[in-house]
């Protein structure tokens, strides 16, 4: 069973609208939540998430965590061609120790057409 | 300062050959992963390291090897390729305490196993 879901796994939009791209997770012990963007190359980071209710933002995009309620969303405002890409939704969880690890969802592929 | 960087970027193997997918980083991280990328799969964690010396299993670890002999350096072996094996490979790194920067990944190497 995924620890990490995502939807919805594709989206097609056109220029200037807003989206909004889901994340849900189950894991033991919580540590953070991570988004990236992935276009043909490495994920880049977009956003960490570690309280709840505290919306984290950057130009167009912003990003805000319930930790009652165990997930998480993403929202593109004005989206751009430029914005089109896989969006990965990932969960930080303590594994034993000091030890950590990071488990990833499936991708929002997300297409901006002009 | 170079950041994760990965070699080879592409590699076609036999099946049965071995190989070590390299992996280093300069920013004095602790903590480095590998994973695997497959279409419709999103990355799934192989292995990972919280420091020199320590390594785990991730979701993924059948037919892969790794050690940790320094920070900077995290190879990924591969003792006897099969086709199932064929990915994009990518290497993470964080600092160990919670950094607001996220993961930093390498740009991947593309593993073909005919």
């Known amino acids: 069973e995924d620890k990490v879901v995502q939807s919805p796994l594709s989206l097609v939009v056109h220029e200037g609208d807003t989206v909004t791209l889901n994340c849900s997770y189950e894991?033991?012990?919580?540590?953070?939540l991570l988004w990236y963007k992935q276009e043909k190359k490495a994920p880049t980071f977009l956003f960490m998430l570690?309280?709840?209710?505290i919306e984290k933002k950057s130009g167009r995009l912003s990003s805000i965590l319930d930790k009652k309620e165990l997930f998480s969303i993403l929202n593109i405002t004005a989206t751009q061609t430029g914005d089109s890409a896989i969006y990965l939704c990932?969960?930080?969880?303590?594994?034993?120790?000091?030890?950590?690890?990071?488990?990833f969802g499936k991708g929002t592929l997300l297409t901006v057409n002009p | 300062n170079a950041g994760v960087t990965q070699t080879p970027k592409f590699q076609v193997l036999k099946t049965g050959q071995s190989m070590t997918l390299q992996c280093a980083q300069d920013?004095?991280?602790?903590?480095m992963s590998w994973y695997r990328q497959d279409p419709g799969m999103g990355l799934r964690l192989i292995h990972y390291?919280?420091?020199?010396?320590?390594?785990d299993q991730g979701e993924v670890p059948n037919g892969y090897n790794v050690s940790r002999s320094t920070t900077e350096d995290f190879p990924l072996r591969l003792l006897s390729a099969a086709p199932s094996q064929t990915s994009v490979y990518f290497c993470?790194?964080?600092?160990?305490?919670?950094?607001?920067?996220?993961?930093?990944f390498g740009s991947g190497t593309r593993l073909t196993v005919v």
């Open positions: 990932a969960v930080e969880e303590e594994s034993g120790g000091s030890n950590y690890k990071l488990t």
């Open positions: 894991v033991t012990n919580f540590r953070s």
């Open positions: 390291s919280v420091g020199a010396g320590i390594t």
């Open positions: 920013m004095n991280h602790e903590y």
């Open positions: 993470a790194s964080s600092y160990q305490l919670r950094d607001s920067k996220g993961y930093t």
């Open positions: 570690t309280s709840s209710g």
